[in-house]
């Protein structure tokens, strides 16, 4: 994988959890106990690989209030609450996965980025001969 190829993989996993947002609220019913995946944008966007970011929260119904108000509740573990509605589990189950994989592209990209920086720094064209011939002269 390129980094042209990481940054399109992670755009396309931006996307799939958009719409995964909206797949999650229409798996169940709006009520109490329901658990949904809100996302969030940081204010200057384009300069983050991660936006958006993804918090699971519980929300909470007040029955005996006279005005019916609701309050969310950030979860860390959303698969516990939702087994029962497997439709909903299998949706959370692949947004999970995705973000972690759009970490770990993130990073992986974040590091080849680095590498490319220092090999340019290094000018590899001349690097490479001399460590093939034991030297390591473009060291400083
Ligand atoms: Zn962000």
New binding site residues.
């Given amino acids: 994988m390129d980094t042209l190829e990481i940054e399109a993989t992670i755009r396309a996993i931006s996307a799939r959890l958009v719409t995964l947002e909206d797949e999650i609220r229409a798996a169940q019913p709006v009520r109490s106990g329901a658990v949904l995946m809100h996302l969030?944008?940081?204010k200057k966007q384009g300069?983050?690989?991660?936006?958006?970011?993804p918090i699971w929260k519980q929300w909470r119904g007040h029955p005996y209030h006279p005005v019916r108000q609701w309050q969310a509740h950030p979860i860390d573990n959303p698969l516990a609450r939702i087994r029962r509605n497997q439709k909903l589990s299998a949706l959370a189950k692949e947004a999970i996965a995705i973000t972690d994989l759009r970490t770990d592209l993130i990073q992986a990209l974040k590091t080849m980025r680095r590498v490319e920086r220092k090999c340019s720094a290094l000018n590899i064209a001349q690097l490479l001969p001399s460590l093939l011939n034991g030297s390591s002269k473009v060291f400083p």
Avoid: A, I, N, V
């Fill in positions: 969030y944008w940081h300069l983050c690989l991660g936006c958006p970011h």
